[in-house]
T-cell receptor, first 112, second 113 residues
């Protein structure tokens, strides 16, 4: 089965600074890749997704992610973080058998 | 569409009691997932259904857990008997088909005392 690794459990950035959250996946074929965000007490909301085509995908709230097959990575980026971006971020990988697996999550704290 | 609807939002029960969590997926979606979220283990896939048929239940912790999907618009996750270590937030998610994103419900926070 496919798997996802998010190496950073917790990241703190200052408001206005740039952000990069790491995600590495393991899957034998071309995966479907997703980033979700979870605010406290809420369900998961989709930020962006990659299925095929352009390896740089744009999402909501100013986020983008780049699929790098050679590195098995799908890192999430944002050029300038806002205080409202503080949340937990999950990378997920989907496979042809319809399964969908999530990473452990990265908790983002934004300093004023 | 109202999205994925889970009930109840919160459940507090005593150890040994039966607990049933419910989920209504988005109309027209063919796949349904049950996840469990804890601080220690993160977001775990328990089971998923495709066209109402369980495809993979290898994530179900033990025989105390069971899930059903009697029709395309309803699924249940049952724990019998419940134990304190089952305390977690349980999420249901659905998606239209392969290669589309999953939509999550608000979750059920289960506390077993």
């Amino acid at each position: 089965a496919q798997s996802v690794t998010q190496p950073d459990i917790h990241i703190t950035v200052s408001e206005g600074a740039s952000l990069e959250l790491r995600c590495n996946y393991s899957y034998g074929a071309t995966p479907y890749l997703f980033w979700y965000v979870q605010s406290p007490g809420q369900g998961l909301q989709l930020l962006l997704k990659y299925f095929s085509g352009d390896t740089l995908v744009q999402g909501i709230k100013g986020f983008e992610a780049e699929f790098k097959r050679s590195q098995s990575s799908f890192n999430l980026r944002k050029p300038s973080v806002h205080w409202s971006d503080a949340a937990e971020y999950f990378c997920a990988v989907g496979a042809n058998n319809n399964d969908m697996r999530f990473g452990a999550g990265t908790r983002l704290t934004v300093k004023p | 569409d109202a999205g994925v609807i889970q009930s109840p939002r919160h459940e507090v029960t005593e150890m040994g009691q039966e607990v049933t969590l419910r989920c209504k997926p988005i109309s027209g979606h063919n796949s349904l997932f049950w996840y469990r979220q804890t601080m220690m283990r993160g977001l775990e896939l328990l089971i998923y259904f495709n066209n109402n048929v369980p495809i993979d239940d290898s994530g179900m912790p033990e025989d105390r857990f069971s899930a059903k999907m009697p029709n395309a618009s309803f699924s249940t996750l049952k724990i019998q008997p419940s134990e304190p270590r089952d305390s977690a937030v349980y999420f249901c998610a659905s998606r239209y088909r392969e290669a589309t994103e999953a939509f999550f419900g608000q979750g059920t926070r289960l506390t077993v005392v």
